[in-house]
């Protein structure tokens, strides 16, 4: 009987070993803040089977170097970030978060599937949401109540979808009996004017949006998610359930991209001897992560 005692094989079996031991050390964590009051999960949450789905979403997961995140991000921030989506209660296999390495730090992100699952779980008046991006030559009707915008109708032509026509974006939270709760509509300047509150600060120095950067790749994606989280998040952030273990977990993606991204720059322009001009201002409605068509008219 022969036994591989490669160094290469010796390596995969103590990657394993580690991975498994930050599973098993969230999943301790989690049981010691739930023992001690200090989080309360949704009954329909098993923080067990989202920890199974992250591992199995992280197995696949590489960084922008191409490389697996697992062996190239620090095991503490790996165990944050699964720590972080327990917290919030969402699953990667429904697509309500993303795990991206900014640098050898893992985060979580909150998509914008995530943010409307947090929503009804939190206002269990709301049974839906409707949303959609408007495009340049598309006709949309909405009605303004006491101040209460509805959007009546949305007719768009085929020909009319393309990321360079967006003009605006809205969405609706829908109640069990079919009403329209609340609404957020935004051109896609006030769009872009949210987008520059963001710490990553997707726009070069002529206010031109990046090309490489999300807000370029997924412009309508990106759209979708600050217009949702317009929407959504006056409701999570005034519940009374959302603590400051939520809340620390809702705003860490963001504050390490900021970092990672605005230490980046720091190093490209120390190189081209250009002068960088950010305001790093915490934002909320930027969006990470390509996210698929939701519902609409």
Same mark, same amino acid.
């Given at each position: ?46 923080? $067990? ?14 960084? %922008? ?42 985060? /979580? ?10 929503? =009804?779980?939190?206002?269990?008046? +709301? ?13 949309? $009707? ?14 768009? %032509?085929?020909?009319? +979808? %393309? ?10 939270? +829908? ?8 609404? $957020? ?24 949006? =990046? ?18 989280? %317009?929407? /959504? ?27 990672? $991204? ?12 250009? +002068? ?22």
């Amino acid at each position: 009987m022969t036994t591989n005692n490669s160094p290469a094989t010796t390596g995969n079996q103590q990657t394993a070993v580690a991975q498994k031991t930050i599973v098993d050390t969230v999943a301790g964590r989690v049981r010691q803040f739930i023992a001690n009051g200090e989080l309360h999960l949704p009954a329909d949450y098993s923080p $067990e089977n989202a920890l199974k789905a992250a591992y199995l979403v992280l197995q696949d997961t590489v960084d %922008k170097e191409k490389n697996p995140v697992l062996q190239s991000c620090t095991q503490n921030s790996i165990s944050l970030a699964l720590l972080d989506m327990i917290v919030l209660g969402l699953n990667p296999l429904k697509k309500q978060c993303y795990f991206i390495a900014y640098g050898k730090n893992l985060a /979580c992100q909150r998509s914008y599937f995530g943010a409307m699952a947090m929503a =009804k779980r939190l206002d269990q008046s +709301i049974a839906d949401f409707a949303y959609e991006v408007v495009y340049e030559g598309d006709d949309v $009707e909405y009605t303004i109540v006491k101040g209460k915008k509805t959007v009546t109708g949305h007719k768009q %032509k085929m020909e009319n +979808i %393309k990321d360079d026509k967006i003009i605006g974006a809205y969405a609706m939270s +829908i109640g069990h009996n079919g009403e329209v709760m609340a609404t $957020e509509l935004m051109t896609f300047d006030q769009i872009k004017k949210s987008w520059r509150q963001s710490k990553s600060y997707p726009f070069d120095n002529n206010g031109n949006i =990046k090309p490489d950067s999300t807000h370029g790749k997924f412009p309508r994606a990106m759209s979708l998610r600050t217009v949702i989280n %317009k929407l /959504c998040n006056p409701i999570i952030n005034a519940s009374s359930d959302i603590n400051l273990l939520i809340k620390s977990a809702s705003n860490r993606a963001e504050e390490i991209s900021a970092e990672v $991204e605005f230490q980046e720059e720091l190093e490209i322009n120390a190189n081209t001897g250009e +002068i960088i001009d950010i305001d790093p201002v915490a934002d909320q409605s930027a969006e990470t992560g390509p996210e698929q068509r939701g519902p609409g008219f």
